[in-house]
Nanobody, 124 residues
Framework: QVQLVESGGGLVQAGGSLRLACAASGRTFTSYHMGWFRQAPGKQREFVAA????????SYGDSVKGRFTISRGNAKNTVYLQMNSLKPEDTAVYYC?????????????????WGQGTQVTVSS
């Protein structure tokens, strides 16, 4: 089992920044590829970003490219999402996810483990 706990969400004005963190516990963190997803009210879940276990591979959803950066600190069992130039359309609940398959995370298939989510609200 892997437990994931997100933090760092909140209310920010458009153009501002937030940094989300996802702390993992349980099985070996370095065995897992990690991803961030988001879901706005009335919308489908959207892939945001993914990072492989070694950080060698990174992918972003088209809507966040150039604005968001995913990283991981394996010593701290934590994955981060730095969000810059935030827009009102970035408002959503952001979820951290983990899977042993990078393909599963990047292609929007359902990763095995999920966090409880953290709310990000961007005001105009």
């Amino acid at each position: 089992q892997v437990q994931l706990v997100e933090s760092g969400g909140g209310l920010v004005q458009a153009g501002g920044s937030l940094r989300l963190a996802c702390a993992a516990s349980g099985r070996t963190f370095t065995s897992y590829h990690m991803g961030w997803f988001r879901q706005a009210p009335g919308k489908q879940r959207e892939f945001v970003a993914a990072i492989s276990s070694s950080s060698a591979s990174i992918s972003y959803g088209d809507s966040v490219k150039g604005r968001f950066t995913i990283s991981r600190g394996n010593a701290k069992n934590t994955v981060y999402l730095q969000m810059n130039s935030l827009k009102p359309e970035d408002t959503a609940v952001y979820y951290c996810a983990a899977d042993t398959s990078y393909y599963t995370v990047v292609n929007g298939m359902s990763p095995q483990y999920w966090g409880q989510g953290t709310q990000v609200t961007v005001s105009s």
